[in-house]
């Protein structure tokens, strides 16, 4: 395919339109992907195309480039996950790429089922607090886009995924940071994770790797980078990074995108600046007696020369702006204040009867039923001939396609003021230039006010208040924040007229600090041992994800259970009920109630297993049910301490036309329906090892030819080079000999690991028979084994004088619980490993019948002698020698191997 044609299913997957182009730099950005380059920066301004980059690596990709395998499109919120996907599912099936069907209504999916057997396709994947798709990780020669929020995806890069098992920990890191290509998208909001991202990324480029490649973009309007040149911005400049350039000039707009007729639409269009702040930011405590009022005992309310939500001023304005069907955006930076501002605004419209603005609120308290809702039905529908007020908080800062006419804003850092401009006059028409010039139309107006201050607390010194003041307003943002934003705004004031189209902003110079804490290369290192501390719990990884400030949500859903079903038997989560809510909230509001926290074990039906606990024991990234009576979730306003309402809308049981029992959106107050689809017992939400057993009984030397089969056709299909493929596939092949582990007791020959499994099985198929070893029973239960399989089969592996160190680790780590560090269980016998003892032997025709002999164990082997280094050592050698990713991403082959056998 030359480039031309690529640039044509470029347009065919956009969805252009005839006579629709594509922009200079998405041309410029495609042409680089097929020769298999990728720009690590993409400086674009808001409204521009950046998100198309899925769609140009899908192309690229389609066209033979040699790009990574796998997309991982990282979000920091999970209100533009699902946006990105539905623009991803539809940018795939254009070109006829995409794995399984989806359905659409107008631009929203309504439906998307992904097809693995899709060989030459590409599956869309998401990774958010709530809802985990597993099924992506079996199939690591497939294609996929993978999108998620930056806690999935970061925690999981740093081998402690949220919301999954410890032992799946690896498969996750491996498959994350091997063969992908991340896309970081609005790092501006990122934090610490977006420090994290840039460590992550130069980790890999140090090190020389014997297969694979990792590639990371980072994307925003505000990335401060310098056009041309090849300098790092100052939030790259880690330790271990800043000695290195860029490896190209970012990504970012040229003279050809000027000469473009959209583009240059979009670049200059006419937004003007106006400014209601304190006129002397460092006096802001000093407030006069005169100007304060009373509002209760013992505070006292804080007055300003600024506008703020309390300002008479303010909401004559926002009225004013909306009339003659305009829309109009108010950005309030805390959830509790954009709800009091909405509440406000509705008592007031009502004066205007049905010929006032319809007014809408929007934030991340709200259950993504009710946020699609208003997307749809409301954003997507004509504005009323009254007009439409918007009041959000961040949910709509970034990646929400919205043109508002009017824009007000409480005051922000100013990578974030930026992106609430790019929603005003988004396209370039509302006004565009020539009604400017022409003077038909006025430039779209921004209008800057203060945040609401705390109020004064009685008997406290101005000097005291002035400090709490400056932090209480700023929050959730640092207060040094918005102090350097008064400076720019003030610079554009003087500089540049007043005016904030992306033109002027383009000129506005931006710096995002390396926020800390920074990871460096002893903490991955330390990261790669999943083995639980001496507390029993494992590294937190939180303050590299988000800071201190990190996502501190739990994930509340209402379901009928007094007089309904008990909460094993509930239907799968669907993840538009999940209403994302600051754990210490949840906490305090059901303080006194019962709640069921989702676990991490299987219930009933191997559905999702529900722990009953009080509002007290909610801890951040739970998933807790409560039942309808709790409350707490007002129509309108989202989730709201105290309200007697509960949604209007539930997920339950529900009992179709043809009698037959499907999951549905029921109405509480009149009982109908909107099916969702028949899954009423869905497979177990969190498990430990979804294929620990089988439907089947599984000769133990016909598991272990299948799995190596099955890795043998994975590392040829990912063309592994030579040596790895033999580690691989020789892992696979002995990966659970020990499970033929023999041992004397009292004088009689036990199989302690084959008795469990008849003792759990049940005769089918003339099986169990009697001089058979198996790998699978029928069913599950019984007395554990007392042992650990995967160490039995690695001691076998190095007693038949196996020099593979690689293919022993992969052995013993293929289930994920024992890896680095063999234990003893039994602190009286030093015979002792894992529960395998001395002098236990294996079998030798566990791996070909027929044969004869046994490997007597020996634990002592494992540990440091003359002879050599212990396991510890050998495995430090082998972090050496193939680093933690690529180490990690080989154990997860061997893993998928296994499963595919099982």
């Known amino acids: 395919m030359n480039e031309s044609q690529a640039k044509d299913l470029l347009r065919q997957a956009l969805g252009f339109k005839e006579g629709e182009t594509l922009y200079p730099w998405q041309e410029e950005l495609l042409d680089l992907m097929l020769k298999g380059e990728v720009p690590e920066l993409i400086d674009i301004p808001t409204g521009l195309g950046k998100t198309s980059v899925i769609a ?38 254009n070109v006829g790429l995409l794995a399984g069907e989806a359905q659409f209504a107008g631009n929203d999916l309504t439906h998307y089922e992904i097809d693995w057997t899709a060989r030459d396709k590409v599956a869309v994947v998401t990774l958010l607090g709530g809802e985990v798709q597993r099924d992506w990780r079996e199939y690591p020669e497939r294609s996929a886009i993978i999108i998620g929020t930056q806690d999935m995806l970061l925690s999981r890069a740093l081998n402690r995924g949220f919301a999954m098992a410890p032992q799946l920990w690896p498969v996750d890191f491996g498959f994350l940071n091997v063969d992908t290509l991340w896309v970081m998208d609005e790092v501006q909001l990122m934090g610490s994770g977006r420090t994290t991202s840039v460590q992550l990324q130069t980790f890999w480029d140090e090190a020389r790797h014997r297969h694979g490649t990792r590639q990371t973009v980072w994307m925003s309007a505000t990335l401060g980078s310098q056009k041309g040149v090849c300098t790092l911005p100052d939030w790259m400049q880690t330790p271990e990074r800043k000695q290195r350039e860029l490896s190209r000039p970012a990504q970012t707009y040229s003279d050809k995108d000027l000469q473009n007729e959209q583009f240059l639409t979009r670049w200059t ?32 309310a804080a007055t300003s020369s600024g506008w703020t939500l309390q300002s008479h001023e303010l909401l004559e304005r926002i009225r004013s702006a909306a009339q003659g069907g305009r829309t ?30 319809e007014v809408l609120l929007l934030h991340a308290r709200m259950r993504p039923r009710e946020r699609k809702a208003i ?27 919205i043109d508002a006419d009017a824009l007000f804003t409480e005051l922000c850092p100013w990578p974030s003021l930026v992106q609430r401009l790019g929603r005003l006059n988004r396209s370039g028409t509302r006004p565009s230039t020539t009604d400017v010039r022409e003077g038909h139309r006025d430039p779209a107006p921004a209008i800057v006010f203060e945040p609401l201050p705390p109020e004064r607390k009685q008997g406290e010194s101005s000097k005291e208040y002035a400090e709490r003041r400056r932090r209480g307003a700023a929050s959730p943002y640092e207060a040094e924040a918005l102090d350097e934003a008064r400076c720019q705004l003030k610079e554009v004031m003087e500089s540049h007229s007043g005016s904030v189209s992306p033109e002027t902003l383009a000129k506005i110079p931006v710096s995002l600090p390396v926020d800390g804490p920074v990871l460096r290369r002893f903490d991955l290192d330390d990261l790669f041992d999943t083995d639980p501390d001496l507390s029993g719990g494992h590294y937190d990884v939180g303050p590299f994800i988000r800071g201190v400030d990190r996502d501190v949500d739990a994930y509340v859903l209402w379901r009928r259970i007094d007089g309904g079903l008990d909460p094993d038997q509930q239907v799968p989560i669907h993840p538009d009920e999940l209403c994302p809510v600051p754990f210490y909230e949840v906490r305090d509001a059901l303080r006194d109630r019962d709640v069921w926290v989702l676990s991490l074990a299987t219930g009933r039906n191997r559905g999702a297993a529900w722990r009953k606990a ?15 009576g709790v409350g707490s979730y007002k129509a309108g306003f989202g989730w709201t301490p105290g309200a007697k309402e509960p949604p209007g809308e539930i997920v339950d049981r529900w009992t179709h036309g043809d009698r037959a029992m499907v999951r549905a959106w029921i109405r509480i107050d009149r009982g109908t329906a909107e099916v969702i689809d028949d899954r009423i017992v869905g497979v177990r939400a969190r498990h430990e090892d979804p294929r620990s057993f089988a439907k089947r009984w599984m000769e133990l030397e016909l598991h272990l030819q299948e799995a190596e089969q099955n890795a043998q056709d994975l590392v040829t299909a990912l063309k592994l080079p030579a040596d790895l493929r033999d580690s691989v596939t020789s892992a696979a092949r002995w990966h659970d000999v020990g499970k033929a582990l023999e041992r004397d007791e009292r004088g009689e020959l036990r199989r302690p690991f084959q008795d469990m499994l008849r003792a759990a099985g049940k005769r089918e198929d003339g099986h169990p028979k009697p001089d058979v070893l198996y790998a699978k029973s029928n069913r599950h239960g019984g007395k554990p084994a007392g042992f650990r399989h995967e160490l039995a089969s690695l001691l076998a592996f190095l007693q038949a004088d196996q020099a593979d160190d690689l293919a022993a680790f992969l052995i013993l780590a293929h289930h994920g619980k024992v890896r680095l560090l063999p234990e003893a269980w039994d602190d009286e016998n030093p015979n002792d490993l894992c529960g395998v ?61 296994d499963w595919r056998a099982s």
């Open 328 to 357: 109009v955006l108010v950005f309030v930076n805390q959830v509790n204040r954009a709800c009091a501002l909405y509440e406000k605004l509705r008592e007031k419209l009502r004066e205007d009867g049905d010929a006032g603005p």
């Open 837 to 897: 003892r001395r002098e236990d032997r294996i079998p030798k025709n566990a791996l070909s019948r027929g044969t004869v002999g046994s490997w007597v164990l020996n634990p002592d082997i494992l540990l440091p002698s003359r002879s050599g280094p212990g396991w510890q050592g050998r495995v430090r050698r082998l972090l050496q020698d193939y680093g933690p990713f690529l180490l990690a991403y080989l154990e997860g082959l061997v893993r998928v191997a």
């Open 375 to 401: 997307y749809e039905q409301k954003l997507g529908a004509p504005v009323p001939p009254g007009g439409r007020v918007i009041v959000a908080t961040q949910v709509l800062e970034a990646g929400v396609d």
């Open 269 to 300: 269009a006419p937004k003007s600046l106006e400014l209601h702040l304190e006129p002397d930011p460092a006096h802001v405590g000093q407030v006069s007696k005169e100007r304060r009022s009373r509002r209760s005992k013992g505070a006292v």
């Open 614 to 628: 009080r509002g007290t024991d909610i801890r951040a990234g739970d998933t807790v049910m409560v039942d309808i």
């Open 56 to 93: 140009v690596w899908l192309v690229a990709r389609k066209c033979g480039a040699q790009l990574p395998r796998r997309l991982v499109y990282c979000l920091p919120m999970r209100v533009l996950v699902e946006q990105t996907r539905s623009r991803a599912v539809r940018w795939a099936q």
